[in-house]
């Protein structure tokens, strides 16, 4: 068990609607990430925040949007959702942002099926 | 910029046999790099790591030696169990920034 909690774990939905996808860091942990992993693309940094601030901010597309709350966890809100969405959405946690040999503690995932 | 290329699978060993997945990079710095591992059904996990040149990182087995005269990074273990079957990913973290890079993952399933 990491310690990262994601919730859904399954989402099943359809084209046009909208979700949010939740994330508890491991505790102490003040840096989230969301990344996207689908079958064609492997696995795909879309934003990272660290206590509350958006830091980084990678392939991450206009109908998406994420923030960090006061208490840490995270949200990763997907509007306008299309077939190609669909895929497995990892969070992960780290204690800084800037140190180079940290690792990332990743949840065990939300799998989106947008039918 | 920065980026991962790493061998495509799926890889399929018979067990003990000797396994090398390829990890190559590009990077401005000197990133740290890391081996994760995912097994069925869950989420990533750092099997190993190096954060500077020469360092060898090593767990469970397997082995990756920093090179960056080759900008290398490859994963070795010397015989393979069927335990071992899962998807690894190759990853850096630059010196600078805060993102990680991927690369695409190799699928290895261990027969017995």
């Not at chain 2, 799926?10 to 003990?16: A, G, I, K």
């Not at chain 2, 990890?23 to 996990?45: H, K, M």
Request: charged residues 15%.
């Amino acid at each position: 068990d990491s310690g990262v909690t994601q919730t859904p774990k399954h989402l099943i939905t359809a084209t046009g609607q909208r979700v949010t996808l939740r994330c508890s860091p491991r505790s102490g942990d003040l840096s989230v990430y969301w990344y996207q992993q689908s079958l064609d693309q492997g696995l795909q940094f879309l934003i990272q925040y660290y206590n509350g601030e958006e830091r980084a901010k990678g392939n991450i597309l206009e109908r998406f949007s994420a923030q960090q709350f006061p208490d840490l966890h995270s949200e990763l809100n997907l509007s306008s959702l299309e077939l190609g969405d669909s895929a497995l959405y990892f969070c992960a946690s780290s204690k800084t942002p800037g140190t180079g040999g940290e690792k990332l503690f990743f949840g065990s995932g939300t799998q989106l099926s947008v039918l | 910029g920065n980026s991962v290329t790493q061998m495509e699978g799926p890889v399929t060993l018979s067990e003990e046999a000797f396994l090398t997945i390829n990890c190559t990079y590009t990077a401005t710095g000197y990133p740290s790099l890391f081996w994760y591992v995912q097994y069925p059904g869950e989420g990533l996990q750092l099997l190993l790591k190096a954060t500077k040149a020469d360092d060898k990182g090593s767990n469970k087995g397997f082995e990756a030696t920093y090179r960056k005269e080759t900008t290398s990074f490859h994963l070795e273990k010397g015989s393979v169990q069927v335990s071992d079957s899962a998807v690894y990913f190759c990853a850096l973290r630059a010196n600078t920034g805060n993102q990680f890079y991927f690369g695409t993952g190799t699928s290895l399933t261990v027969i017995p």
